[in-house]
Nanobody
């Protein structure tokens, strides 16, 4: 069993910044990709940023140049630094990790519970 816990969401004015954290715990042998998704009201969940175990990152076009994903492998934690926030960034943000629980098991996806980010004046 693996748990992912997000934190750092809240209310921020347009142009402001927030830093989200997602810590993975439980039966973890290895983590592969760790990603951030978001879901706005009435919309489907979309991929925001990807961080691979090899250090590569990728971003949705809508957040390129404003958001930065990083990870601390020693702490099994991924971060999302969000700058120059816009009202359209308002959503519930979820982290997802590809987890291997032991040497023989395949990777599986595990999701956090989500954290609300609201950008409004």
């Amino acid at each position: 069993q693996v748990q992912l816990v997000e934190s750092g969401g809240g209310l921020v004015q347009p142009g402001g910044s927030l830093r989200l954290s997602c810590a993975a715990s439980g039966r973890i042998f290895r983590l592969n990709a760790m990603d951030w998704y978001r879901q706005a009201p009435g919309k489907s969940r979309e991929l925001v940023a990807v961080s691979t175990s090899g250090g590569s990152t990728n971003y949705a076009d809508s957040v390129k140049g404003r958001f930065i994903i990083s990870r601390d492998n020693a702490k099994n934690t991924v971060y999302l630094q969000m700058n120059s926030l816009k009202p359209e960034d308002t959503a519930v943000y979820y982290c997802r990790a590809e987890v291997k629980s032991d040497y023989e098991s395949p990777y599986f996806g595990s999701w956090g519970q989500g954290t609300q980010v609201t950008v409004s004046s």
